[in-house]
């Protein structure tokens, strides 16, 4: 005879296999037509966030405004590239692979497959004397060009000006929730 905490585990299993049953003809797949590969030129449609869930891109209008990220200079449109040209970040190549028209997908893409780390000696001390001559005042926060490079002030003191040239998204994980809307192999 079966104990009671047997008998419970053998309930939940059938109760799953039933809920598993029951949810799988609700589920639509995704797998005829064709299918991504290096070489293929995809357009999707993308939501970019942050780990801590802040949207910080998107090809969808709505999604722009719902999160307060809309540009009315930008077109709203999937986007496209062709997967191993290097058109997009590393992470996101890698991500479509594989996937067909109208499959939906989320990734996480570690800061080496996207912008790459936060570099050091791309952190550079500037003499003040330098933006005084340009009749700039420096202010934390603030981004400056210098030779055509657009860097951020991260510290400003009485000798130096402190400039940061990564990349804003250097060292960041990025997520990306992707849906593939045309494909041409």
Same mark, same amino acid.
């Given at each position: 005879?079966?104990?009671?905490?047997?008998?419970?585990?053998?309930?939940?299993?059938?109760?799953?296999?039933?809920?598993? @049953?029951?949810?799988?003809?609700?589920?639509?797949? #995704?797998?005829?037509?064709?299918?991504?590969?290096?070489?293929?030129? *995809? &357009? @999707?449609?993308?939501?970019?966030?942050?780990?801590?869930?802040?949207?910080?891109?998107?090809? @969808?209008? &709505? *999604?722009?405004?719902?999160?307060?990220?809309?540009?009315?200079?930008?077109?709203?449109?999937?986007?496209?590239?062709?997967?191993?040209?290097?058109?997009?970040?590393?992470?996101?190549?890698?991500?479509?692979?594989?996937?067909?028209?109208?499959?939906?997908?989320?990734?996480?893409?570690?800061?080496?497959?996207?912008?790459?780390? @936060?570099?050091?000696?791309?952190?550079?001390?500037?003499?003040?004397?330098?933006?005084?001559?340009?009749?700039?005042?420096?202010?934390?926060? &603030?981004? #400056?060009?210098?030779?055509?490079?657009?860097?951020?002030?991260?510290?400003?003191?009485?000798?130096? #000006? #402190?400039?940061?040239?990564?990349?804003?998204?250097?060292?960041?994980?990025?997520?990306?929730?992707?849906?593939? *809307?045309?494909?041409?192999?």
């Amino acid at each position: 005879m079966l104990s009671f905490k047997n008998k419970l585990r053998y309930i939940l299993a059938a109760c799953s296999l039933l809920l598993l @049953i029951s949810l799988s003809g609700c589920v639509s797949s #995704v797998s005829e037509g064709p299918v991504v590969k290096n070489g293929s030129t *995809v &357009s @999707i449609n993308y939501i970019g966030m942050f780990k801590n869930g802040t949207v910080f891109d998107t090809s @969808i209008k &709505s *999604v722009a405004e719902k999160y307060g990220i809309y540009n009315p200079n930008r077109e709203y449109k999937p986007i496209n590239f062709t997967v191993g040209a290097g058109q997009v970040i590393k992470g996101l190549e890698r991500g479509v692979l594989g996937m067909h028209v109208g499959e939906n997908k989320i990734i996480e893409i570690p800061p080496e497959e996207a912008y790459g780390p @936060i570099r050091e000696d791309l952190i550079i001390p500037i003499p003040i004397e330098y933006f005084i001559k340009a009749n700039i005042t420096p202010v934390v926060g &603030s981004y #400056v060009y210098v030779r055509g490079q657009p860097a951020k002030i991260v510290k400003v003191n009485n000798t130096h #000006v #402190v400039l940061d040239f990564n990349s804003p998204m250097a060292g960041k994980t990025l997520i990306f929730n992707i849906t593939v *809307v045309d494909i041409k192999n």
